[in-house]
Nanobody, 111 residues
Framework: QVQLVESGGGLVQAGGSLRLSCIVS????????MDWYRQAPGKQRELVAT???????NYADSVKGRFTISRDNAKNTAYLQMNSLKPEDTGVYYC?????WGKGTLVTVSS
């Protein structure tokens, strides 16, 4: 059974950095694209970043130049490096692979 587990969230001041991790169980990680989503309080879940199995990346305009998505296929892990964080980056961050979702990790950015 495929499971995704996020970690690395927390409370950080504006301008700070966090690195989120998503560990995936199962043998299909290396051939699947990985996505990071976030959901702010009272808002819909939105796509933040995507990385394909080949390493191509795409970002939401709101995070371009600040966030970096990466993956380590040997560790079945995807990462989201978040720099220059803003209060509007606050939310629960989820990773997704195909139809599978993690339970999320909370990021809170204080002003």
């Amino acid at each position: 059974q495929v499971q995704l587990v996020e970690s690395g969230g927390g409370l950080v001041q504006a301008g700070g950095s966090l690195r989120l991790s998503c560990i995936v169980s199962g043998s299909i990680f290396s051939i699947a694209a990985m996505d990071w989503y976030r959901q702010a309080p009272g808002k819909q879940r939105e796509l933040v970043a995507t990385i394909t199995s080949g390493g191509s990346t795409n970002y939401a305009d709101s995070v371009k130049g600040r966030f970096t998505i990466s993956r380590d296929n040997a560790k079945n892990t995807a990462y989201l490096q978040m720099n220059s964080l803003k209060p509007e980056d606050t939310g629960v961050y989820y990773c997704r692979m195909i139809i599978y979702w993690g339970k999320g990790t909370l990021v809170t950015v204080s002003s």
